[in-house]
C-alpha cells in the first residue's frame, strides 16, 4: 500500500470516529450482507453506548432485500430513535 492510501485510509478512519462519536453512520453505497453487518454491528456499539438519538444518512442505489431487511429490523430494534435522513439517491434494496 502507498503511503498516499495509507494517509487517505488514516483520514477515513479517524473520521469515522468522529462520526461515530457524534452518533452518525453513514450507509452509503450498495446494500449487502457485508454492508449490512457492518452497520448492524456500529448499530449496536452506539445503543449499547447511550440511549441518545442515532443518525444515519443514506445514499444508496439498493441491493439484496434480505440485507435492506436487516437494517431496517436492527433499526427497529434498538433501544435509541434512529433518525435516517436520505441523501441523493435512495433506492429500495431489491
Not at 66 to 78: A, P, Y
Request: negative net charge; charged residues 30%.
Amino acid at each position: 500500500m502507498s503511503k498516499d492510501n495509507k494517509d487517505e485510509k488514516n483520514s477515513l478512519n479517524k473520521l469515522e470516529e468522529l462520526l461515530l462519536k457524534s452518533r452518525t453512520i453513514m450507509l452509503y453505497g450498495e446494500i449487502n450482507q457485508k454492508v449490512a453487518r457492518e452497520f448492524c454491528t456500529k448499530l449496536q456499539l452506539l445503543a449499547a453506548d447511550s440511549d441518545d438519538d442515532i443518525t444515519v444518512f443514506v445514499n444508496s442505489p439498493g441491493g439484496h432485500v434480505e440485507s435492506g431487511d436487516s437494517i431496517h429490523d436492527m433499526i427497529r430494534f434498538v433501544k435509541p430513535r434512529v433518525r435516517v435522513v436520505g441523501t441523493g439517491w435512495v433506492a429500495s434494496a431489491g
